[in-house]
C-alpha cells in the first residue's frame, strides 16, 4: 500500500463506521477544486467501466433493452454521469447555501466524489458475490441503495453543518426525483427509452 492510497482508505473504513467523521476528514484534507474535480471525474470513469464489466458478469433480463443499449456505448455512460454528478454537486452548493449552510463548492465536489468512492467500494462487493454467489448480489444492490441515501444525507449535513439530517435527506429525496425525471425525458429524447404507447 503506498502512501497516496493509504490516508484515503483509513478515511474509507472511518466512513462506514462514522459517515460524518469520514467526510470531515475527506474536507478536512484541504484538497483544492481542480483536485476534487479530478477524483470525481475519475470516480466516474472508474463506476462506468466496473458498471460495464458488471453487464457481462451478470445474465441480463428481458426486456433490460435500455441497459444493453447504454453499456454498448462506454464513452457515452461516462459523460452521461460525469454531466448528472455535476447538476449534483450544483444542487449540493446552490441549494445547501440557500437553506443556511456554510459549505462551498469544492466540498460540493468532494461530497459527491465521496459517494462515489463509497458506492465503487459496494460495487467491488456485489461483483464479488456475482462470481461466488450470485443469489446475494441483487441484496447487497438493493442494500446499496439505502447506503447511498444514508451516506449522502451525512455527507452533506457534515459540509452545511447541518444538524437536522431529516430535513436533508427529504430535499436530497426530493432532488433526485426531480433528477430522475429529468435524466428520464433526456434518455427518451436520445433515443435510448421508446417513448410510452398511450
Known amino acids: 500500500m503506498n502512501q497516496t ?10 466512513t462506514f463506521g462514522d459517515p460524518r467523521a469520514g467526510m470531515r476528514g475527506v474536507l478536512n484534507m484541504g484538497l483544492p477544486l481542480r483536485a476534487s474535480v479530478e477524483l470525481l ?10 458498471s ?18 447504454i453499456a454498448a456505448l462506454p464513452i457515452s455512460v461516462v459523460l452521461l454521469q460525469v454531466a448528472f454528478l455535476g447538476i449534483v454537486v450544483i444542487g449540493i452548493d446552490r441549494i445547501g447555501r440557500a437553506m443556511g449552510g456554510r459549505g462551498d463548492l469544492t466540498g460540493a465536489v468532494l461530497v459527491v466524489a465521496w ?30 441503495i439505502g447506503v447511498f441515501f444514508w451516506m449522502i444525507t451525512n455527507f452533506i449535513a457534515e459540509l452545511h453543518g447541518f444538524a437536522r439530517r431529516g430535513r436533508v435527506f427529504a430535499v436530497v429525496l426530493g432532488g433526485f426525483m426531480g433528477l430522475a425525471m429529468v435524466l428520464a425525458f433526456v434518455l427518451t429524447s436520445l433515443g435510448f427509452v421508446p417513448p410510452m404507447e398511450m
Open 5 to 14: 492510497s493509504a490516508p484515503f482508505l483509513a478515511l474509507l473504513r472511518v
Open 41 to 50: 471525474v475519475l470516480t466516474a470513469v472508474v463506476s462506468a467501466v466496473l
Open 52 to 69: 460495464e464489466i458488471s453487464v457481462y458478469l451478470a445474465p441480463m433480463p428481458e426486456g433490460a433493452e435500455l441497459v444493453r443499449s
Open 115 to 144: 459517494v462515489q468512492v463509497v458506492m465503487i467500494a459496494l460495487q467491488l462487493v456485489q461483483m464479488l458475490a456475482m462470481v461466488l454467489v450470485p443469489p446475494f448480489s441483487s441484496l447487497i444492490g438493493l442494500a446499496s
